[in-house]
């Protein structure tokens, strides 16, 4: 293998230039050709490559978004679509590829290679920590932290005017941000797409902790949650529980943004490194993770079909210590 490229595709996440950063720099080192694909999918379509040397990837490991731009491409879901990537990458001399981004572009990248036989390797980059096959993604450490950072806020003027306040965050089908964030804030309850909500225990909850003369509540509501999001189940809990004001505060994609924390640029590295690494020992078709602290490699379908559970013992412990 002489030359490779790296993309980046769906959702950004922060660390994702810590990532390519280490993609470039792991190719060069080991004497391959690097190209950055603009757009992912869609920069395949329309030829959008960018060459790429260690000096190209200076000065971007502590910035958030992607260097590289991401996109949602409609036409590589098409086999028109993909045959034109296919055969812009075989003019560019490409022959390997690494695709940083979640399970739909892992699952394009899945098709890719049936299809058209380029060794792919793939980098779990999505906020969402819902990839199996890896403890943690890129993004999620960072997009926890910054929820923290302004659920601490919140919690201030919650405070001073005895307060009840609903803090929606990013999850629409998992509650791995919310769970997190939750226990690390003192969440009086955290509710997720994983578990049902009880609105007659949440109202218990609350009244529980009245009783006992506590000034502010928050409550953290993943967006996916089944009582349908921050201003629904506020709507529900103020209809019946009167004692404090209600607020709700949706933090959107303020999420997404941000400078990486130090482990979601070290667990890019890694896995930049790793990918690139995987590439010259001949693996395709696989999401590389950190597993237990260990590089790990998951078929892509398994890493798409599988969920990674939410960590049980972690809800049990936000339920105990919010009494
Ligand atoms: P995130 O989890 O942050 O949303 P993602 O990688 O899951 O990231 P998607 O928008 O689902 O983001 O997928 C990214 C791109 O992958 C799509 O825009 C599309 O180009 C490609 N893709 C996804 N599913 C398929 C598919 N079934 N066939 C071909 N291409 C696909």
Redesign the pocket.
């Known amino acids: 293998m002489k030359k490779i490229a790296v993309f980046t595709?769906?959702?950004?996440?922060p660390g994702m230039n810590a990532c390519i950063r280490a993609v470039v720099r792991t190719a060069r080192y080991n004497e391959l050709e690097v190209v950055g694909i603009i757009r992912?999918?869609?920069g395949m379509i329309t030829a959008d490559f960018l060459p790429m040397n260690s000096s190209s990837v200076s000065n971007i490991i502590q910035r958030g978004g992607t260097i590289l731009k991401s996109?949602?491409?409609?036409?590589?879901?098409t086999l028109e679509g993909?045959a034109k990537a296919a055969e812009n990458l075989r003019n560019a001399g490409i022959e390997g590829l690494v695709v940083i981004?979640?399970?739909?572009?892992?699952?394009?990248a899945k098709?890719?290679y049936e299809e058209h036989g380029f060794p792919t390797i793939g980098v779990p980059?999505?906020?969402?920590n819902?990839l199996f096959g890896t403890d943690n993604t890129i993004g999620y450490d960072t997009a926890i932290n910054t929820v923290v950072e302004a659920v601490d806020k919140i919690r201030d003027t919650a405070d001073a005017h005895d307060r009840l306040f609903f803090v929606e965050v990013m999850g629409r089908d998992a509650g791995f941000i919310a769970l997190r964030s939750g226990i690390s804030v003192g969440a009086e309850a955290i509710l997720v797409p994983e578990t049902e909500t009880y609105i007659d225990q949440l109202i218990e909850k609350l009244r529980k902790g009245w009783e006992r003369q506590k000034s502010s509540s928050i409550i953290i509501v993943a967006e996916g949650d089944d009582s349908g999001g921050a201003y629904e189940v506020a709507e529900k809990v103020k209809a019946r529980f009167k004692h404090y004001e209600t607020k709700v505060t949706v933090l959107g994609h303020v999420q997404r943004g941000g400078s990486p924390t130090a482990a979601d640029r070290v667990l890019a590295s890694q896995l930049g490194k790793a990918a690139v690494d995987a590439l010259l020992a001949g693996r395709k078709n696989e999401m590389v993770g950190l597993i237990n602290r260990k590089i790990a490699f998951t078929p892509f379908e398994k890493a798409i079909k599988h969920n990674h559970q939410i960590n049980r013992e972690l809800l049990n412990l936000a339920d105990v210590l919010s009494m």
Do not use: P, V
């Not at 595709?9 to 996440?13: H, K, R, T, V």
């Not at 996109?71 to 879901?77: D, I, M, W």
């Open positions: 595709s769906g959702g950004d996440a992912g999918y869609e996109a949602r491409s409609k036409e590589f879901r993909r981004g979640g399970d739909g572009s892992f699952t394009g098709i890719f980059g999505t906020i969402d819902d």
